[in-house]
């Protein structure tokens, strides 16, 4: 239970680092944050493991400002997780590899994303490859009520949706969001 959690990581700190990371060795994660403020110029703003449960992330940002080298980079990466939600949370991850909020059961197989919601969010991410809400291996899990910033059509945007959502998705969630240029 707290009221703000604010990370910064900055680039040339020698290992990759994750601005957030519910716990997948030791503890459980649980509870409220009032508020979170990531910035981040390596690796993924937040990732979510497994035990993590009945979170609630109750608003804020992130930023992800660049990324290091090869380093793999989300917003908010699920691989595990169930009932997990953030709301009204800014998330701008222009240089992510894979998308502002990307959704998958981890390596593996430690537990499939379940119920993990951005609800009422605004995502967004850059011109460059992949999507901006990815919806993979999960069940009921994605976003509702949300804001999608996206580039449109063309290479420059990866010639596809901004929401990608692959079969192995169950129940996605993809209620209530608008899509903008």
Not at 39 to 55: I, N
Not at 66 to 89: P, S, Y
């Amino acid at each position: 239970n707290f009221d703000l959690v604010k990370v910064t990581i900055e680039a040339g700190q020698g290992m990759r680092r994750d601005g957030f990371h519910t716990s997948r060795r030791g503890g459980e994660c649980t509870g409220r944050i009032g508020r979170l403020e990531i910035d981040t110029w390596v690796a993924d703003g937040v990732k979510v493991h497994q035990p993590a449960h009945d979170l609630v992330i109750e608003g804020g940002y992130l930023r992800c400002h660049g990324r290091e080298g090869d380093v793999h980079q989300d917003g908010i990466q699920a691989m595990g997780g169930n009932r997990v939600t953030f709301k009204n949370l800014d998330v701008d991850c222009t240089t992510a590899s894979n998308g502002a909020m990307f959704i998958n059961e981890g390596a593996g197989r430690n537990g499939r994303p379940t119920d993990i919601v951005c609800d009422g969010c605004t995502l967004k991410k850059g011109p460059t490859r992949n999507r901006v809400l990815r919806i993979s291996d999960s069940l009921r899990s994605g976003a509702r009520n949300s804001t999608i910033v996206w580039c449109g059509t063309g290479p420059q945007c990866g010639d596809g949706p901004a929401v990608f959502i692959i079969d192995a998705a169950t129940d996605p969630v993809n209620e209530n969001n608008k899509i903008v240029l």
